[in-house]
């Protein structure tokens, strides 16, 4: 009887790569595809950190019972009216056309029952979002579609947008499947191209010409609603700094780990850096400015769950976005119609496949048949009952921590289950009262 | 006429100013010593005659639906941006990034316009009666780039659609961008904008428009993506 052969694979030349390879030998260029970072090596993350409640040392809240206030309010810099909202989780930013009509009114609705707010995206503003949404973020991109005053003029905030999360420095894309007729004469494109966004802004390039633009939309707007910046996280202690100065009410920072529906592969998983390491450079630069506080910071990019907007909150973020997760509520990824998926290359529960605009569920489609299978008011209430989950649990967290209010949750609240993240965020490693670290997140315990 | 004073005055006392003339039925406004501040007459929805009787900075008229605007002397980046309707004309030379991402409406330059002029339009049209520089028309989507004197180098660079005519000398054509004939309803649409705007035409013009091989990626055309991407 002869031995069984031992398969022996390479570290190097992994399945994925040889796969890779071999797609991009058919294609002639790179890939690209939708949804998240898909790396084999985990990012450093918020799992990373763990709370350490109240026992003899700090005195808990009745978990069930006494209040903790959620409430939230955003743009109190220059702004004459800030946009105040129940819970520190909202919807970020994403087009329709990326989305259906049904998925964006129904995070239209979902937002307004959760007591939160929803943001435009990529393509301008759609009037049944404006509709359904109480509080209405209007995006000013560097593609400039749809961009309309009167829109502009209808929003709670303005988000000027300098990049995002999933491929910051680089322009969105919106591949010819979902570039309808509609899609494109509201983007002012020729129908069915593959529409590639533009990286920089038409008329402005660096801090210096933001803080005029910032100042054009605050006299657009008569200085009543606040004005977001949002870039992806690259040089964030840098680029918040900067930001904050050219006269930003509120900074939005998106992490490597923020989702998109079509971007080259390569970005999503090798550029910019974590959530978990953004924010802690977020903060810092802020507090340096003497601006912690005044301004305020939202930090996006893979948030899941309450614990992982909880642990945000905590390093100093005074509320979240969630764009991926709340699709994921709507019923991405979730195993209806598989044959559909399979169709398409992908399986339940590892669907990228939102650049194809075949989505089986009807979020990431432009096609009005697989768009009836998201129903809007079932939608809304599945994201809605997600984000009153989540802020239930950021709630109990907090209350664990003995705080009234889930914005007093504080990175004394917070330990580092691994050295990695005790550097990058600044805290002490469990077991141990030292902080490892050296970089701009980082504080030594003496000054902390 | 209203006069307007912006001694002493910053741009959001003027703004202000001006929309307070506005809804009080003012149909004509002039903005005195504008002295190049950042973003007057921004956002403004009436069918108004707003006169800038010198230079401005940044954005003038960005944002806006419905007025006619004069600047009487040059004006810094993003004049018209975004505008929807309306007319902009300003007498002397543009900065950059002149009626960038307009959507409706004509922006005249009497002078000459610096880079991206007319980037990312979406409609209306753009008149430069001098010279143009460099990516004019940079990723234009829609509507009319009329440039009466000579173009800068990547002049229509990766443009969508639209059309561009050039009286004078072309440096050279952007990525995608290609020559196309003038047809005789081009040539109605050129004598009838410029005399709208008593501008004398050229002997002739060029067109540019997009060569549309970027409108889908394409692996037979690796040297032109190599450019563009």
Same mark, same amino acid.
């Given at each position: ?17 040889i ?89 239209? +609705?979902? %937002? #307004?029952? !959760? &007591? ?5 995206? =990529? @393509? ?77 802004h ?31 996280a ?6 918040? +700094?900067? %930001? #904050?100065? !050219? &006269? ?5 920072? =998106? @992490? ?6 079509a ?14 390491a ?99 008011? !079932? &939608? ?30 504080e ?22 009262n ?15 | ?55 401005v ?34 007498n ?19 002078g ?73 309803q ?6 009838t ?23 889908q ?8 993506w190599?450019?563009?991407?």
């Amino acid at each position: 009887m002869s031995e069984r052969p031992v398969v022996r694979h390479s570290t190097t030349w992994k399945p994925e790569t040889i796969e890779d390879i071999q797609a991009k030998a058919d294609l002639g260029r790179y890939r690209i595809r939708g949804f998240s970072a898909l790396r084999d090596r985990p990012l450093p993350s918020f799992d990373d950190l763990t709370f350490v409640p109240c026992t003899l040392s700090r005195i808990p809240l009745e978990g069930y019972r006494e209040k903790c206030s959620t409430r939230t309010v955003l743009g109190t810099r220059f702004a004459k009216k800030p946009i105040e909202i129940d819970i520190p989780i909202m919807v970020t930013g994403m087009s329709y056309g990326a989305l259906s009509y049904n998925a964006k009114v129904a995070l239209a +609705k979902a %937002a #307004a029952r !959760a &007591g939160t707010s929803t943001t435009t995206g =990529d @393509g301008g503003m759609l009037a049944a979002e404006r509709e359904h949404s109480d509080i209405l973020i209007y995006e000013v991109l560097p593609s400039r579609y749809g961009i309309n005053v009167h829109h502009l003029r209808q929003a709670n905030a303005i988000e000027l947008t300098v990049g995002q999360g999933a491929k910051p420095g680089t322009g969105g894309l919106l591949l010819e499947s979902k570039v309808s007729d509609e899609i494109a004469e509201l983007r002012d494109l020729p129908p069915g191209v593959d529409q590639r966004s533009p990286c920089r802004h038409p008329d402005w390039f660096g801090p210096d010409d933001m803080l005029t633009k910032i100042e054009e939309l605050r006299e657009a707007t008569d200085w009543q609603v606040p004005i977001f910046v949002k870039m992806g996280a690259s040089r964030v202690y840098d680029d918040v +700094k900067l %930001a #904050a100065k !050219a &006269g930003a009410d509120v900074v939005v920072v =998106d @992490g490597m780990e923020g989702g998109t529906g079509a971007s080259p592969d390569i970005l999503l998983d090798h550029t910019g850096i974590p959530t978990l390491a953004a924010v802690s450079e977020a903060r810092v630069a802020l507090e340096e400015c003497g601006l912690y506080g005044t301004v305020q910071l939202i930090i996006a990019g893979g948030i899941h769950s309450g614990t992982a907007a909880a642990k945000a909150l905590a390093l100093g973020a005074d509320a979240v976005y969630m764009g991926t997760a709340a699709l994921i509520a709507l019923n991405c990824n979730k195993p209806l119609y598989v044959d559909d998926y399979q169709a398409i290359g992908a399986e339940p529960y590892a669907c990228h496949h939102c650049h194809t605009g075949r989505c089986p569920v009807g979020i990431t489609t432009q096609d009005p048949e697989l768009m009836k299978r998201l129903d809007i008011d !079932a &939608g809304a209430e599945r994201v809605g009952n997600f984000f009153n989950a989540a802020t239930l649990e950021i709630q109990m967290l907090a209350r664990s921590c003995g705080k009234s209010d889930v914005h007093a949750l504080e990175p004394e609240d917070l330990r580092a289950l691994t050295l990695e993240s005790s550097m990058i965020a600044g805290i002490p490693l469990v077991g141990t009262n030292v902080v490892f670290g050296g970089g701009p997140g980082w504080k030594p315990s003496s000054e902390r | 006429m209203k006069d307007i004073d912006c001694t002493g005055k910053t741009s959001r006392a003027i703004n202000q100013e001006i929309r307070h003339h506005i809804q009080a039925g003012e149909t004509e406004l002039r903005v005195q010593h504008p002295q190049a501040r950042h973003n007057l007459g921004v956002a403004i929805l009436q069918p108004v005659s707003l006169t800038m009787s010198g230079s401005v900075g940044y954005y003038c008229g960005g944002l806006i639906d419905g007025p006619r605007i004069e600047v009487q002397g040059s004006c810094g980046w993003g004049l018209a941006e975004s505008m929807l309707n309306g007319v902009v004309i300003v007498n002397q030379n543009a900065g950059n990034s002149v009626a960038a991402s307009i959507r409706g409406g004509t922006v005249v330059v009497r002078g000459s316009a610096s880079s991206r002029a007319g980037i990312a339009m979406k409609g209306g049209t753009l008149i430069v009666q001098g010279n143009s520089g460099y990516m004019t028309g940079f990723m234009m989507q829609k509507g009319a780039i009329i440039v009466c004197g000579d173009t800068a180098e990547a002049l229509g660079d990766s443009m969508y659609e639209g059309r561009i005519f050039v009286g004078g000398r072309i440096a050279d054509l952007g990525n995608d961008a290609v020559m196309a004939e003038v047809t005789d309803q081009d040539q109605e649409f050129l004598a009838t904008t410029l005399a709208q705007y008593d501008i004398a035409a050229p002997a002739s013009f060029q067109k540019v428009v997009s060569g549309r091989r970027l409108w889908q990626f394409d692996k037979k055309d690796f040297d032109t993506w190599r450019e563009a991407l």
